[in-house]
């Protein structure tokens, strides 16, 4: 296959031990190289790599180096190993490619205002364009969820009520069927839930939980972009004051 990196196969044994100003090993920069490849469309979703051979040609290096570099893809959730058969391309979620972001907080840095600060922009986005774009197999997810957190308000059950949470936010942020903004509401989830455990801060209080989340499901049922973006917004805000 042609791509942009023929030709380089004289500057591999340096370049695999200096990339991006960083010293790294030779399976490291593989993997690097190989999901750089995939996310520019040098291979594609579905699309079978090159066999193991013409990869160690590639990237001059040994037939173990790329079974490593495959099996860390493979892990990622990349790849799809199949014996016998090949190593092909999975379609891949953008928030995967998100995680090197977690590499660059430093989490002692970051408090409630500030997590909250992301997801009222984020989530005033999400829900207006799902308010545009919802369609009634999405409602009737939205539903399923909200019915899900009521019981598990009722019960108070508090994992359960994170989850549907959760659940409920990431489904209204699928709606507005935009993957980058989808991609950046799960890294801000993550980004929460490592927060509030490092805070000790968890939900306790639910009135009003529930309620909140049906007016914004109610804002979207009628494609009311503002009153959709008024719902969130005080949720918002009042989630956060729950936990300062």
Do not use: W
């Amino acid at each position: 296959m042609s791509n942009n990196y023929e030709g380089l196969k004289g500057e591999r044994k340096d370049m695999a031990y200096m990339a991006g100003g960083y010293r790294v090993t030779k399976c490291d920069f593989v993997t690097e190289q190989l999901k750089e490849m995939i996310i520019t469309g040098v291979y594609k979703t579905g699309e079978k790599l090159p066999n193991e051979s013409t990869l160690c040609e590639q990237f001059n290096v040994s037939r173990i180096t790329v079974r490593e570099a495959l099996k860390k893809l493979n892990m990622m959730g990349i790849l799809d190993i199949r014996q016998g058969k090949g190593t092909f391309v999975k379609q891949v979620d953008l928030g995967l490619f998100m995680k090197p972001l977690y590499q660059l907080i430093d989490f002692e840095d970051v408090d409630i205002e500030a997590i909250y600060s992301a997801r009222e922009y984020i989530e005033n986005g999400t829900v207006s364009m799902a308010a545009e774009k919802r369609t009634k197999e999405e409602l009737a997810e939205m539903e399923k969820i909200l019915q899900g957190l009521r019981t598990a308000i009722a019960s108070e059950d508090l994992l359960q009520v994170e989850y549907m949470d959760t659940s409920f936010h990431l489904q209204v942020a699928k709606s507005a069927k935009n993957p980058i903004l989808y991609a950046c509401l799960e890294a801000i989830e993550e980004i929460n839930r490592t927060c509030l455990k490092r805070f000790s801060k968890y939900l306790t209080i639910l009135d009003d939980c529930y309620e909140e989340h049906y007016r914004i499901y109610e804002a979207i049922r009628k494609q009311d972009v503002e009153e959709a973006s008024k719902a969130m917004v005080a949720h918002t805000l009042s989630s956060k004051k729950v936990l300062l």
